[in-house]
Nanobody, 119 residues
Framework: VQLQASGGGLVHTGDSLRLSCAVS????????MGWFRQAPGREREFVGF????????SYSTPVKGRFTISTDDAKKIMYLQMNSVKPEDTGVYYC?????????????WGQGTQVTVSS
């Protein structure tokens, strides 16, 4: 499995931005896709996830109500729609692919895409 994240850039407070994560390959198991971010000098933190087939989602408190994760099954792309962005949303955004099977979870990470929000 390989992941390619894209769509980052420089935006202003209140703007919208959409990140993409293209998936090539497939692992065996139940698939959960997620987004994480890492701000300078801070640890990587959870943003949200989506169950690929079931569609269930969950978001961290800081982004809930502003960010939405969706998937295009045909294109095998996961999106992160970011609305009403804030300076504290600045960081490198990573997508994560988790395959859960009887042998355990297997995690794959994309290379990250930089998001910078200016005030």
């Amino acid at each position: 499995v390989q992941l390619q994240a894209s769509g980052g850039g420089l935006v202003h407070t209140g703007d919208s931005l959409r990140l993409s994560c293209a998936v090539s390959g497939r692992a065996v198991g139940d698939i959960i896709m997620g987004w994480f971010r890492q701000a300078p000098g801070r640890e990587r933190e959870f943003v949200g996830f989506r169950h690929w087939s079931g569609g269930a989602t969950s978001y961290s408190t800081p982004v809930k109500g502003r960010f939405t994760i969706s998937t295009d099954d045909a294109k095998k792309i996961m999106y992160l729609q970011m609305n009403s962005v804030k300076p504290e949303d600045t960081g490198v955004y990573y997508c994560k692919y988790t395959a859960v099977s009887w042998s355990g979870p297997f995690n794959y990470w994309g290379q990250g895409t930089q998001v910078t929000v200016s005030s």
